[in-house]
């Protein structure tokens, strides 16, 4: 039998739910994507009735505190592309 699930996010932009997904799995955070769009017919629908992002009930809490969590910039050093190579060589 599957586990109890609950909504914990809806928005107007399917992509915009992928992405969120995407980064719960990135966490170990299984998540659904749920539409009502007549199967890609009536992309439309979206309007009416917004993707929703699912979770499992134990995992809705820390999902939304990595949803809420403000983006912090990788610690990769950015600045070797600031200067054009010019050598012509890569």
């Not at 799995?25 to 749920?34: G, K, N, T, W």
């Not at 070797?80 to 060589?89: E, I, K, L, V």
């Amino acid at each position: 039998m599957g586990e109890a699930m609950t909504v914990i996010r809806q928005y107007l932009v399917e992509v915009e739910a992928l992405v969120a997904r995407s980064v719960l799995e990135a966490h170990d955070i299984p998540a659904v994507v749920l539409r009502d769009d007549a199967g890609g017919m009536l992309p439309v629908m979206h309007l009416l009735y917004p993707v929703r992002l699912a979770v499992r009930v134990q995992d809705a809490a820390q999902a939304l505190r990595i949803l809420d969590a403000p983006f912090v910039a990788d610690a990769m050093d950015y600045s070797r592309f600031d200067d054009p190579d010019t050598t012509g060589t890569l």
